[in-house]
């Protein structure tokens, strides 16, 4: 019965019509046309999700990026700000401790000169003192033979009892000999002094210069502000390759269609001030183009070395010097002292000079060469060591210059002893042209609080009741009080007012005080 049963089915299927089987046919392909489909459908459905996933990864991606970058950005430009803020703290620094120095060495070379005049006045006073001793010497040997011939007066005939009168006159007389020896002696020395003005004042009245001003910064002048972000550079490529080529500091800041370029080497800042004109007329600012125009700058720079250093001579009528100190001379150009221009300061001492030796008929030829040449030290590199009076004075006479001169320029702050009157005249010539009005300027602020200083540190001694600057703070009057302050106190007052202005204050060549004691008594008649 199990055999049969399936055999029955095959026998009812192949009775049945022939549509089932069609029917049959057509729902197999129809499931599996639908699975194919959803399948189909599925898998475009997953791979667009999966692309969607991947695009908004990416843009994710890139928008971090950006922020990055702009955070990155932000904070470049606030480095950049902080580090131009400490720079420009650090020049501002640098310029105070420099304006310091320089009034610590202008002290130093005033109490130089007073050095020197002490010096002079104790060798005339010593001279002075030998020749009284010698002549109280000769008056007691006179006495004494004046003595030994009385004693034989009876033998004399009236000559020789004229000539012991006289002789015995004079002794009784030697205080009023004395006395009178020493106001034709003042006399004298009035009439040195007062000859000694006048050539001065001649020399100073047939000089004319300008003053000039000392600047540790200088200004360069730009077409637009476009101009400022091509100077930076991107990441501030440019600047940097600007400032480690020519070795100073660019700064950049809110002024309009400008920079401001700074160093303490005028040299080197004029160097950077012409290849930065150049570049930007040029328009390409790059690392590459920035070495050039600065080799083109340090060429031009100096080829006019060379031609300040010949124009000196020219100005002087100087011949026969050698080129290497020509083009040392020239670099005086970019020195200044104390806001006086070094080269023009040389070439004035250099008119001093030889005005001051007409005067006194010495070579006018030779006292201006020394004063052109004293200061040729200070355009030496710092390599070498020592004052730029010794650096000098070995350089001039590295290449033949005499003996004379060489002295001159090592002798005019003093730190080698004088050995011929030029050196003398260079001594003079400098400090004539460093402390003549105009010569060397100061801030009116700096000069209002010297002043105040001056008056409050007189006011603050006791027993001082007016005290007033004049003179461009070089003189200070103090008015004491009469009824409480005696002769004797007025003179200590100058003395310690003039040791505490020593020690206390810094000032430019010298100061004098005046201390005034005065009484007066008014009656009025009716």
């Given at each position: 019965?199990?055999?049969?049963?399936?055999?029955?089915?095959?026998?009812?299927?192949?009775?049945?019509?022939?549509?089932?089987?069609?029917?049959?046919?057509?729902?197999?392909?129809?499931?599996?046309?639908?699975?194919?489909?959803?399948?189909?459908?599925?898998?475009?459905?997953?791979?667009?999700?999966?692309?969607?996933?991947?695009?908004?990864?990416?843009?994710?991606?890139?928008?971090?990026?950006?922020?990055?970058?702009?955070?990155?950005?932000?904070?470049?430009?606030?480095?950049?700000?902080?580090?131009?803020?400490?720079?420009?703290?650090?020049?501002?620094?640098?310029?105070?401790?420099?304006?310091?120095?320089?009034?610590?060495?202008?002290?130093?070379?005033?109490?130089?000169?007073?050095?020197?005049?002490?010096?002079?006045?104790?060798?005339r006073?010593?001279?002075?003192?030998?020749?009284?001793?010698?002549?109280?010497?000769?008056?007691?040997?006179?006495?004494?033979s004046?003595?030994?011939?009385?004693?034989?007066?009876?033998?004399?005939?009236?000559?020789?009892?004229?000539?012991?009168?006289?002789?015995?006159?004079?002794?009784?007389?030697?205080?009023?000999?004395?006395?009178?020896?020493?106001?034709?002696?003042?006399?004298?020395?009035?009439?040195?002094?007062?000859?000694?003005?006048?050539?001065?004042?001649?020399?100073?009245?047939?000089?004319?210069?300008?003053?000039?001003?000392?600047i540790?910064?200088?200004?360069?002048?730009?077409?637009?502000?476009?101009?400022?972000?091509?100077?930076?550079?991107?990441?501030?490529?440019?600047?940097?390759?600007?400032e480690?080529?020519?070795g100073?500091?660019?700064?950049?800041?809110e002024?309009?269609?400008?920079?401001?370029?700074?160093?303490?080497?005028?040299?080197?800042?004029?160097?950077?001030?012409?290849?930065?004109?150049?570049?930007?007329?040029?328009?390409?600012?790059?690392p590459?183009?920035?070495?050039?125009?600065?080799?083109?700058?340090?060429?031009?720079?100096?080829?006019?070395?060379?031609?300040?250093?010949?124009?000196?001579?020219?100005?002087?009528?100087?011949?026969?010097?050698?080129?290497?100190?020509?083009?040392v001379?020239?670099?005086?150009?970019?020195?200044?002292?104390?806001?006086?221009?070094?080269l023009?300061?040389?070439?004035?001492?250099?008119?001093?000079?030889?005005?001051?030796?007409?005067?006194?008929?010495?070579?006018?030829?030779?006292?201006?060469?020394?004063?052109?040449?004293?200061?040729?030290?200070?355009?030496?590199?710092?390599?070498?060591?020592?004052?730029?009076?010794?650096?000098?004075?070995?350089?001039?006479?590295?290449?033949?210059?005499?003996?004379?001169?060489?002295?001159?320029?090592?002798?005019?702050?003093?730190?080698?002893?004088p050995?011929?009157?030029?050196?003398?005249?260079?001594?003079?010539?400098?400090?004539?042209?460093?402390?003549?009005?105009?010569?060397?300027?100061?801030?009116?602020?700096?000069?209002?609080?010297?002043?105040?200083?001056?008056?409050?540190?007189?006011?603050?001694?006791?027993?001082?009741?007016?005290?007033?600057a004049?003179?461009?703070?070089?003189?200070?009057?103090?008015?004491v009080?009469?009824?409480?302050?005696?002769?004797?106190?007025?003179?200590?007052?100058?003395?310690?007012?003039?040791?505490?202005?020593?020690?206390?204050?810094?000032?430019?060549?010298?100061?004098?005080?005046?201390?005034?004691r005065?009484?007066?008594?008014?009656?009025?008649?009716?």
């Amino acid at each position: 019965m199990n055999s049969a049963g399936p055999d029955i089915y095959v026998n009812l299927l192949a009775a049945a019509d022939p549509t089932w089987w069609t029917l049959a046919a057509a729902i197999t392909i129809g499931v599996s046309a639908g699975f194919l489909a959803v399948w189909l459908i599925t898998r475009h459905t997953r791979t667009s999700a999966v692309d969607r996933a991947a695009e908004m990864m990416e843009v994710a991606r890139r928008e971090a990026a950006v922020a990055t970058q702009e955070i990155k950005q932000h904070a470049e430009e606030e480095l950049v700000a902080k580090r131009a803020e400490v720079n420009r703290e650090l020049d501002r620094r640098e310029i105070e401790s420099e304006v310091k120095l320089r009034e610590i060495r202008a002290h130093e070379e005033s109490l130089g000169l007073l050095d020197y005049q002490m010096e002079q006045k104790a060798e005339r006073l010593a001279r002075e003192n030998s020749a009284i001793t010698q002549a109280r010497d000769a008056i007691r040997t006179l006495s004494k033979s004046l003595r030994k011939r009385l004693e034989g007066v009876s033998q004399m005939d009236a000559e020789e009892i004229k000539r012991a009168l006289r002789e015995e006159v004079q002794l009784e007389c030697q205080d009023e000999l004395r006395a009178m020896r020493h106001q034709i002696l003042d006399r004298s020395e009035q009439d040195l002094n007062n000859e000694a003005k006048r050539i001065l004042i001649t020399a100073m009245q047939r000089l004319a210069s300008k003053p000039n001003n000392d600047i540790t910064a200088t200004i360069v002048q730009l077409p637009s502000e476009e101009m400022k972000g091509r100077i930076i550079g991107r990441e501030g490529r440019n600047i940097k390759s600007f400032e480690a080529t020519t070795g100073v500091t660019l700064l950049i800041d809110e002024s309009p269609q400008m920079v401001l370029i700074s160093s303490f080497d005028p040299v080197r800042r004029e160097i950077a001030r012409i290849a930065l004109e150049g570049l930007v007329k040029d328009g390409r600012i790059h690392p590459a183009s920035i070495e050039e125009f600065y080799a083109r700058a340090k060429e031009d720079v100096e080829l006019n070395v060379q031609q300040s250093g010949e124009d000196a001579l020219q100005k002087l009528g100087i011949n026969g010097l050698h080129p290497e100190i020509i083009k040392v001379l020239g670099r005086l150009k970019y020195r200044f002292s104390y806001t006086q221009n070094a080269l023009d300061h040389s070439i004035e001492v250099g008119f001093l000079c030889s005005m001051l030796a007409s005067e006194t008929g010495l070579d006018p030829n030779l006292a201006k060469r020394a004063g052109l040449l004293h200061d040729i030290g200070k355009a030496v590199e710092g390599d070498y060591e020592g004052s730029h009076a010794s650096i000098g004075a070995a350089l001039v006479k590295r290449y033949g210059e005499t003996p004379i001169v060489v002295n001159a320029i090592a002798a005019h702050h003093e730190e080698v002893k004088p050995e011929t009157v030029y050196a003398g005249l260079v001594i003079l010539a400098d400090t004539v042209s460093a402390v003549r009005p105009g010569a060397r300027a100061e801030s009116m602020t700096g000069y209002i609080q010297r002043l105040d200083r001056l008056e409050k540190l007189a006011m603050s001694i006791h027993g001082v009741h007016q005290a007033y600057a004049i003179q461009a703070g070089r003189e200070v009057r103090v008015v004491v009080n009469p009824q409480s302050v005696t002769d004797e106190q007025a003179h200590d007052i100058a003395k310690e007012l003039r040791l505490r202005i020593e020690s206390e204050l810094q000032y430019p060549s010298t100061i004098k005080v005046t201390v005034i004691r005065e009484s007066r008594f008014t009656e009025t008649a009716t």
